[in-house]
């Protein structure tokens, strides 16, 4: 908050107390009763921007790095540890580092979307995947790194739920040690990734919870996917914060851009998210149609930033 800058809120307090207070009592109090007033009207911290490198496929990271510098940016996320250089080159962080991918029987790949924790028979070939890139990760300043629970193909969700806690209990000292977070994402399982497990927030929060509400387990509340799947986007938000360690954004219908040209209101959901004290990345996720694709970025971080 800049006390530089004058309001009428902020005038009122000047006058009733600057005739009798000194300078630094004033300075003091003022900071105070501004502070008090942002909680009274639910203010709360700055989210932080960020991009997904992927939505901007025919963009040479080089140039996604120096667009991101100049639009304001922090980080560039979804990236694989041979990124890691291009982006603290230019001083930028990845907020959320990739999945892992390992070859399983019948060569059929683990760690991406389809094939992840809710599999016992996938543990040990996840675990020699995650801990690695856990390490790397670690060593590069970058401590969240995405996971997914899988497919049901079949699988009951009370099952599922129980052998993902049974596989991540297994990566929770190792992520302990290195101060890393695994955060499992919520996507729709009705448009992009059918039959896709934690579609639902209520059971990712409950996933959270059996594993002890550790701090190395959170959730990816991806506001696009979530407003496809359950909608109430700024009530679930503030219900299930405590277990969310990162947001994505999207514009629904489509997964376009984020502007007046879809049904989301993303101010008002950045200010419930605000509200919260959530002070983590908001990344960009949306797939830009217009030619100008960081035209599109730079609109979507000035929609997204608000007081």
């Given at each position: 908050m800049n006390l530089s800058q004058p309001s009428p809120r902020r005038g009122f307090l000047r006058r009733g107390v600057a005739s009798s207070l000194g300078v630094t009592a004033l300075t003091s109090l003022l900071r105070s009763q501004l502070e008090a007033a942002d909680a009274a009207v639910g203010g709360?911290?700055?989210?932080?921007?960020?991009?997904?490198?992927?939505?901007?496929?025919?963009?040479?990271?080089?140039?996604?790095?120096?667009?991101?510098?100049?639009?304001?940016?922090?980080?560039?996320?979804?990236?694989?540890?041979a990124d890691f250089p291009t982006v603290q080159?230019?001083?930028?962080?990845?907020?959320?580092v990739s999945f892992p991918t390992i070859q399983g029987p019948g060569g059929v790949k683990i760690g991406p979307i389809p094939k992840g924790w809710n599999r016992l028979e996938h543990h040990d070939l996840l675990l020699q995947a995650y801990e690695p890139l856990m390490a790397t990760s670690a060593a590069a300043g970058f401590k969240q790194v995405i996971c997914f629970?899988?497919?049901?193909?079949?699988?009951?969700?009370?099952?599922?739920?129980?052998?993902?806690?049974?596989?991540?209990?297994?990566?929770m000292p190792k992520a302990e040690q290195l101060g890393v977070t695994l955060v499992m994402e919520l996507l729709n399982s009705k448009v992009n990734h059918a039959d896709?497990?934690?579609?639902?927030?209520?059971?990712?929060?409950?996933?959270?919870?059996r594993l002890g509400s550790t701090p190395h387990f959170k959730l990816l509340y991806d506001i696009y996917h979530m407003q496809i799947m359950e909608g109430d986007v700024i009530a679930t938000i503030g219900k299930h914060h405590a277990h969310i360690a990162h947001y994505h954004t999207g514009g629904v219908p489509g997964r376009a851009e984020i502007d007046e040209t879809q049904e989301l209101n993303y101010p008002a959901i950045?200010?419930?998210?605000?509200?919260?004290?959530?002070?983590?990345?908001?990344?960009?996720?949306?797939?830009?149609?217009?030619?100008?694709?960081?035209?599109?970025?730079?609109?979507?971080?000035?929609?997204?930033?608000?007081?």
């Open positions: 709360g911290g700055k989210v932080r921007h960020s991009v997904c490198k992927w939505c901007y496929k025919g963009i040479p990271l080089e140039t996604l790095c120096q667009a991101a510098k100049e639009i304001g940016l922090e980080s560039i996320e979804l990236l694989d540890p080159a230019h001083g930028l962080h990845c907020a959320m629970s899988g497919n049901r193909e079949g699988m009951s969700d009370d099952q599922g739920l129980e052998n993902c806690a049974i596989g991540l209990k297994r990566l896709y497990m934690c579609d639902h927030t209520a059971w990712g929060a409950a996933l959270c919870e950045i200010r419930a998210i605000q509200a919260t004290g959530y002070t983590g990345f908001l990344g960009q996720e949306f797939i830009p149609k217009r030619e100008d694709k960081l035209a599109s970025l730079k609109q979507a971080v000035s929609i997204c930033t608000v007081t």
